[in-house]
C-alpha cells in the first residue's frame, strides 16, 4: 500500500490543522493506521492510531482533547484534526499503515508516507 500525507504548514499558536493520509493499493479498511511525528533531532514518536473499523483508538497523552483520529474507508484516507496546536507540535507528521491490529509502536507498522511538515510558530 501507499501511503500519501497532506495538510501540513504553517499556524499560529492556538490554531489548527487538519492532515489526511490518502492510500492506494491493497484493500485499506482491513489496515490499522497510526500518525506519527519527529521533531528535529529527536525520535519518530506515536501521536495516534485508529483501528480498521474505527472503533479503537489510542493517543499519546499529551494530545487527548487537541488531536482527533478519524478515517473515511470510502475515500482511503486517514485524518488527524489537531486543535489548539502549541509550539511543541512542531514536527514532520508521518502516517502509517498496519495490517494488524493497531499500534503505538513505530516498529510494527508496515507502510509509512512521505510526511508532511507541520510548524506552529508565531
Known amino acids: 500500500v501507499q501511503l500519501q500525507a497532506s495538510g501540513g504548514g504553517l499556524v499560529l499558536p492556538g490554531g489548527s490543522l487538519r492532515l489526511s493520509c490518502v492510500a492506494s493499493g491493497r484493500a485499506f479498511s482491513s489496515y490499522a493506521m497510526g500518525w506519527f511525528r519527529q521533531a528535529p533531532g529527536k525520535e519518530r514518536d506515536f501521536i495516534a492510531a485508529?483501528?480498521?473499523?474505527?472503533?479503537?483508538?489510542y493517543y499519546l497523552d499529551s494530545v487527548k482533547g487537541r488531536f482527533t483520529i478519524s478515517r473515511d474507508n470510502a475515500k482511503n484516507t486517514v485524518y488527524l484534526q489537531m486543535n489548539s496546536l502549541k509550539p511543541e507540535d512542531t514536527a514532520v507528521y508521518y502516517c502509517?499503515?498496519?495490517?494488524?491490529?493497531?499500534?503505538?509502536?513505530?516498529?510494527?507498522?508496515?507502510?509509512w508516507g512521505q510526511g508532511t511538515q507541520v510548524t506552529v510558530s508565531s
Open positions: 502509517a499503515a498496519r495490517e494488524r491490529a493497531l499500534s503505538r509502536e513505530r516498529s510494527e507498522y508496515d507502510y
Open positions: 485508529i483501528s480498521w473499523s474505527g472503533s479503537t483508538i
